[in-house]
């Protein structure tokens, strides 16, 4: 067993109403996903302001997911309309600045997609892991 | 295009006054060196006709002065706008940040403002004086016994040279003519320069740029789309307020957030890269997030109308997956 194997640290802003609850499904199932996964709850994916994500990049985290219900099914209605707007925004303008665009997602995971919560949650902790640490965006100033 | 003197300038400013139409008068005072101008009230005849300054160098955006200078006064103030700076003032009567009722605006026709860099870098530091002559600037510096001559195409900023419009979209009364919008400007040129780089090339880019960042803050307290009363960069608690060392992305925050914050609202005044002493091409970051607006959610142009909905505080059910941004063509 290798002892030192590198594992990247996700942090995951997930939605009260939709994400947090299939995080649950996915646990009262059985299903596994990476321990590194660091769950935020949040009322909802329009709560996410773009400083979160930033704030989570500068203190460490190599890889930022958020989960909010899919579109059309926001418990307030239009939130995550909003969050869409706004993240597509701001993944592009990280892309622009040149950071790998691969530790950025949104993913919309209702209650009842535990298996799917799992699923996204392996596939992006593999994808982040690929790339290695995050040095572009981490601040040492930020960090504790 | 004719261009706009002083006296014209002064003559209507005077005339306004003595009539009672305004009570104050938003111009340029000479500040320490002749291409160094203060915005400043005026509010007798005498002091215009002695310390009214116009000349090229007059690129400050007044529109932002006007949230603040139309509260603690009585009557009108009257505010010579270009056109850009007509966006940007009707961007802030949307915002419910300036009273209608308390500006009068006159719009003044620009054929493009002088960068004392540019200048600079072409004479040479030292410039002790410059005045405008109708071939050129003469600039004079301490090193030369005779004045050089700069053109005015030269000596043009380069916010101007990719002027967006020249078309007044807000005013009471006009000096000079009226120009045309100009699509063509290519003002997303640079933009659309650096996304064809990769990644690394990208963030060696940012990085040496806004690594000379010293966080004085000019940036905001320029930009039209900033009036926060309360600012989050002032919050001491934020641990981003000082400096880090130069060897990380130190600033990268602070002007994402800052971009952030005007994305939808900014109207591409140019102003942020105009006052920042480090020469941060920071309009860059905002036309970013022009264009990406403009290629995911339309064609918008923060200011042009009085009362439209940012697009970010707007939305359509069939809007673009965060996750689609990087699959279109040529991503």
Known sequence: MQVNEYKPLIVAFCCNWCSYAGADLAGNNRLS??????????????????????????????????CGCHPGDCHYTSGNYYTRRRMALLFSMLDYLGIERERTRVEWCSAAEGAKFAQTMNEFTEAVAALGENKRLEDLRCKE | ????????????????????????????????????????????????????????????????????????????????????????????????????????????????????????????????????????????TIYDDEPKTVSYEDAMAERCICCKSKKHVCYDELIGEEGEENPDCNRFGKVAELE???????????????????????CRDVCPACTCEKCVFNNPNSGAENKAPATSFEEQMFHIIRAFHVAGRCTDCGECSRVCPQHIPLHLLNRKFIKDINTFYGEYQAGKEVGSRAPLVDYTTGDLEPGQVFEREGM
Request: charged share 25%; proline share 4%; glycine share 8%.
């Open chain 1, 33 to 66: 996903y990476p321990d590194n996964v660091k769950i935020i709850r949040v009322p909802c994916s329009c709560r996410v302001n773009p400083m979160f994500v930033l704030r989570a990049f500068q203190r460490g985290a190599d890889g930022v997911i958020l």
């Open chain 2, 196 to 218: 064809a780089m990769t990644p690394d090339e990208r963030f060696a880019f940012w990085r040496g740029e806004l690594s000379r960042c010293i966080r004085c803050n000019a």
């Open chain 2, 1 to 140: 295009m004719q261009r706009i003197t002083r006296e014209m300038l002064t003559s209507k400013a005077i005339s306004l006054l003595n009539d009672g139409t305004v009570s104050a008068v938003l111009g340029w005072r000479e500040g320490e060196f002749s291409y160094d101008l203060t915005p400043s009230l005026f509010y007798t005849a005498e002091d215009i006709e002695q310390n009214f300054v116009f000349n090229d160098f007059c690129g400050a955006n007044f529109s932002k002065y006007l949230v603040t200078k139309t509260l603690g006064i009585e009557g009108k103030i009257l505010a010579f706008l270009k056109p850009c700076d007509t966006y940007s003032f009707n961007q802030l009567l949307t915002e419910h940040r300036i009273d209608r009722s308390k500006v009068y605006v006159v719009g003044i026709s620009c054929d493009g403002m002088a960068d004392i860099s540019k200048i600079r870098a072409i004479t040479g530091d030292g410039i002790s004086s410059i005045s405008c002559e109708p071939d050129g600037l003469k600039v004079q």
